[in-house]
């Protein structure tokens, strides 16, 4: 039966349903199943739709919160680079004096280090004609402030073991006081220390780095600062 005929069985009127029950139930039927299908259908296209707009207000919801902000990262504290204490006495050339501090310190230019041979703690001619010049300040000093302290100081180059270096420096040390002490330099004022290996004034490796590193030094210190008058 076509399309055309369908639609009129439709249109007839009760009475005629009643009489072709079977025909007009299977219709009816058909009917119901297909608006089943229908409505199912719409309903399904309509939760993809609510999904979709969904996910799209979610997604412009997340883009425009702002990020929460972590703690602010503090940069590290920059260190204060250290300054290594000054270990000179300062001399006043204009009105020959010495400033001596609380600390053992050399005087450059005035009490003038001494040099020794490899391996030796013997004092060359050279080395005694340095320590007759350091005697004289040192006798004046002591006799302007007898309460100044000298302290001769023994180092080595860094060949050889730390202990044997020490040593070494020590019998340095003690040879200068020695020399000191018989030029008429007061032995209480007096006193020796080595440091070995430890205080290199050069550190290239070569022959004359290590002859600048065996060395003698007269330090001097007072109990309280003082300005010492230089003899003339």
Known sequence: ???FELYQISAFPETLARAFPKW???RKHSEN??????????K????????SLTLTSLGFLLSGCPKAKGPAVEPPPVEEEATAPDTETPVDA????LDIGTDFAAVPGVLEPVSFAYMSAELSDMARASLKKNAAVLKGVLKAQPSVKVRVEGHCDDRGTLEYNLALGERRATAVRGYYATLGVSKAALSTISYGEERPVCTEVDDDCWAQNRRGETTLKAATAVRVPLAQ
């Open 94 to 97: 204009a009105e020959g004096a």
């Open 24 to 26: 007009f139930t299977k």
């Open 44 to 51: 399904s296209l309509n939760d993809k739709i609510f999904l």
């Open 1 to 3: 039966m076509g399309t």
């Open 33 to 42: 199943a297909g608006s089943e299908i229908k409505e199912n259908t719409m």
